[in-house]
């Protein structure tokens, strides 16, 4: 263990996080070794990571002085922010800030933040296209990671910046999964119109981080985003169809129609997809499939994330 790089992994019981360090653990011959970060370490999910051979760490990336002690003596800093347990984008600035000055002051020689847009540099806020909400941003959970680049550039801190996207867990965890109609039929809501959605498996994110930190100083100051396929609405629901043996539709619903939802974030999604759709070729341009496998050859299709996780997909009818 004492020659390995340690890389200080945040938001290590997460998906993103947690794929991550099983990653580095997962494979034999790897240069480093994984310091868990979490609010709980007595948890059973960080001691599932310790009894892979993760050191394991309590820390709160609201109090700075934790992520100093944390990031010390690690080479590298896995950066993930939690926008959706709290729906504030100051909240994720500041913690975002925390993050930098933390790496900074630990020397740390590669952070890979995984972050998201500012979705105002292509929507301004007085573009009406779609509604400002909390008075200062379109997209709330992109904005604010957005926004926190600069605090890694600023400081100097040896950053890549790692895109990321839709994540088909999603269908499992946040709604978003088949719904039956009024008469019982089953569908899938987005408002995407004909457009393609880029998504990934959001193990696969932390699998692609591990990529990035093998190829040591390659990406150090890029900005890098993945996918794991670019699928229509229409595909998504074919593939559903084919996975979980029930006929399962498509509505291209009306962006309008998904902020009105009322779910807490409901209109922050809404204007996300708005986001993708508006500016799709864009969108599938950043997010590059071939380079996502690159870095993990066992990306994932949207079919293998199907077929390897059917059977949790919440059905109502």
């Known amino acids: 263990m004492a ?12 998906a993103q996080g947690g794929s991550l360090v099983r990653a580095i653990h997962s494979d034999p011959d790897s240069e480093f070794t994984a310091r868990a970060l979490t609010r709980d370490a007595s948890s059973d999910k960080a001691q599932a990571l310790s009894v892979l051979g993760a050191e394991v760490v309590q820390a709160d990336v609201d109090d700075v002085e934790t992520l100093k002690a944390a990031f010390d003596g690690a080479y590298g800093v896995f ?18 800030k ?14 890979v933040w995984s972050t998201l847009e500012d979705t105002r540099k292509w929507v301004p806020l007085d ?7 909390q008075e200062k941003y379109k997209v709330p959970h992109f904005d604010g990671k957005g926004e926190g680049d ?39 809501n987005f408002p995407m119109g004909d457009r393609p959605l880029a998504g990934i498996a959001a193990e696969d994110i932390g699998k692609c981080a591990y990529g ?39 509505n291209a619903i009306p962006f309008d129609v998904y902020r009105s939802f009322g779910f807490p974030g409901a209109e922050d999604l809404g204007n996300m997809f708005q986001f993708y759709h508006d ?4 969108f599938q341009k950043s997010r590059d499939v071939e380079l996502a496998r690159t870095l993990n050859p066992e990306l994932q299709s949207y079919s293998d994330w199907l077929e390897n996780n059917k059977d949790r997909i919440p059905l109502d009818s």
């Open 150 to 188: 600069q605090f890694f550039r600023d400081l100097g801190v040896p950053t890549t910046f790692l895109l990321t996207t839709f994540y088909w867990d999603n269908m499992i965890y946040f709604g978003m999964g088949p719904q039956p109609g009024e008469d019982g039929s089953l569908a899938i």
């Open 127 to 133: 573009d009406d296209r779609m509604p400002t909400l």
């Open 98 to 111: 925390n993050i930098a000055e933390a790496a900074k002051a630990a020397g740390v020689q590669h952070v």
């Open 279 to 282: 500016f799709s070729d864009y």
């Open 3 to 14: 020659d390995k790089k340690m890389i200080a992994v945040l938001g290590a019981t997460g």
């Open 212 to 250: 990035i930190f093998q190829g040591g100083d390659t990406y150090i100051g890029e900005t890098i985003g993945i996918a794991g396929e670019q699928v229509t609405g229409e595909g998504m629901a074919d593939g559903l169809n084919t996975a979980l043996g029930k006929t399962v539709g498509y």
């Open 79 to 96: 950066a993930v922010t939690f926008f959706w347990e709290h729906f504030s984008p100051e909240k994720e600035l500041a913690h975002v």
